[in-house]
Structures are given as C-alpha cells and as structure tokens.
C-alpha cells in the first residue's frame, strides 16, 4: 500500500488517478484528517499502516502564483523544507522508502552551445540566445541530475519558492531510501487554473521564455514506474523529453483550438518584471537521459503538448474529483 500526503491538491490528484489506473492500493492523506506536518503523529501512522512507499504531493506554490510565497514565507518553507525533511526521517525511522515531489525550477536556463563549447547560460532570452531554439534546438541542452541548482537561496537571485525547494533538495537527498522527482509546469488536457496550457490562453500577455515541462499524468506514471521498476533511489528530473518556448506552445494552441483571440507578448525581461511579476521566475531546461535509461517511456514534449490539446476539456466539464 502508498500512502499519499497532499492528496488534495493539483499533483495529488494526478497521483490518486494514477494508482486507481494501475489498480495499486493507497491510502490517500489530508492535513485535515492527520496532522503529517508532526513527526510523532506521522511516525505513529507510519508504523500503524506500514505502506510500502509514501509520496509526498504536499507543498505550499502560493497564491495566485509564486509571488505569493514572498509574502506567506513561513508557510513555504514549512510545506517546502520542513514537511519534506520530516518525512523522510520519519520514514527511514520506521524503515519505509519515500518518494518526494520536487521541482525543476531550482535552476535557471540551460546548457548552450557557443562557439565551439558548451556553457550555462542563465537566462536563454537574451538578445543573441533567442533564436536559437528555433535555428538550432541541438545547441541548447538540459542540467542534469549531477549539475548544482543555480536559482537557489545558495545561488541567488531566485524566488523563495525556488529556495525552499533547492533546500530541501539539499536536507533530504542521500536520507534513507527514497525518490526526488523534480516536476515542472504541469500541463495536461483538462482546462484548469494551475494548467500551463490554461495560463497560457487566460493571460492577457505571454511571457516568452525556453522550458522542459511535465504533463501531469505522464509525470505521475513515471514515478510510479520508477518505483515499480525499482530503480535506483536518488534524485530524478521528470518533465517530458524536450523543451518548448512558449512562442511554440502559443502556436499550437492557434493552430489546434484556434481561440477567438490575438496572443500579446511581454516585449522583453524588463517589461515583465516591471508590469507581471514580483519575484524572479525559473525558466529551465532539464535533461531527463537518467529517467530513461531507468526504463520509463514517456512522449517527447512536444507530442505531449499537441495530444492534451486536441482532447482539451474546458473548464465547464471539469476534471472529477477522484
Ligand atoms: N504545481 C506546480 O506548478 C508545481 C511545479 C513543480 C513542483 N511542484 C510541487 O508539487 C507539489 C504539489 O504541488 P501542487 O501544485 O499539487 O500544490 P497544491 O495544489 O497547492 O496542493 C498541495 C497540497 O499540499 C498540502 N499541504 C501540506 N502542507 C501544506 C501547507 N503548509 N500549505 C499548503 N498546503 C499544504 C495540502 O494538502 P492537504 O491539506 O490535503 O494535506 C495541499 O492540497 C509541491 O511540493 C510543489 O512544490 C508543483
């Protein structure tokens, strides 16, 4: 049996609907029917349940997005650092291996291919990196899983979401026998405010910018398959192979939903930051050849993108709760 923290939310669910798809027994928990926040009542729990695995689905992102984290930073980093570190020692205490949902956005740009070598670029929308995806998308490659995160608390600037999660990373990596799937920009067919896809048509301006992303039933599959497959335990990036600029997802929205409207664009970083946002974004591409040489399929982005749009289920139809 697993037994899932965070039940509730965005990615919990997608775990819920994962297992039932796989017939895997688990217990799903909420905060509002066992504090697992307290390492006395999570050890008591796990002892008296005794699940095979736990995932930890639970987290703080803030509200409406992650400049809420700015402004509600004792709560991020209780959901984000503390929860994790007491899971993961409650769980090597009573002897069970855990999986943890992390985050991609611990890092910033890419790997880039510049005159004859490669470099860590930060920030993939300046001036002479921009047409590249398109011209060149060979040159542009993804951190892996042995890079260290450069938009964290020890690499600033980054956000204090982007911190708290790098920290954890950094508590509870090597902790007893357990997984860090690093998730980013969920997306998948069914219209929702914490949808990629969705922001992106509900935006009044776009912001272009270089991204691997995960689609969230993919992304839960992956793990379980990590699992299942008993892959070695360690850290994992977990988005679909590839990477988008959000210029190309707008253009697959056009050509497949094609909405009644014109896309507008942030001119640049500056007009962004002055106008949209409060506290610096991660914009990132991942490497994800350690997933797949564990053995887990999943679709390219780009596929991922265009299957969840031409089955895309407005809001009005909303996703049932599991
Ligand atoms: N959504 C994204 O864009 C994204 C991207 C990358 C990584 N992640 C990571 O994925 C995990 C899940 O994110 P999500 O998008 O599913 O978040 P969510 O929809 O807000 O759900 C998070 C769940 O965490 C639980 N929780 C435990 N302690 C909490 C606290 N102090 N404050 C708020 N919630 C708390 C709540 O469940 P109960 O109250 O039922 O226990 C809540 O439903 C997080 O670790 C997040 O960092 C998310």
Redesign the pocket.
Known sequence: MILL??????????FQKAMRQRRLPFT??????LD??RFDVLLQCLREFRPDLTI??????G?PNVDGCESARA??L???TL??QTIAHACVVAGIPWG??????IYSGAKVMLNGEWKVEPDLTQPHLRRLPDENPDAIQGFTERDEPNFSFRRPPCSF?SGT?ALAEEAIAGVGRGYLW?????FDEFDNA?N?LSKMQRYARVYDNVNSI?HRGDFAHACLDLWERRAPFGTYNVTNPGYVTTRQVVAVIQRVLKPDRRFEFWADDEEFYRFAARTPRSNCVLDVSKLLAAGVKSRPVDEAIEDSLRIWIPEKNPEPTP
């Open positions: 923290f965070g039940a509730s939310g965005y990615i919990g669910q997608a799903p928990l909420s905060r509002d029917q697992y926040t930890n689905a639970a987290g703080y992102t509200k709560e991020t209780a959901a984000n929860l994790p943890h949902v992390s985050s991609g956005c979401y999660k690093r998730l980013r920009i969920p914490r990629y995960s």
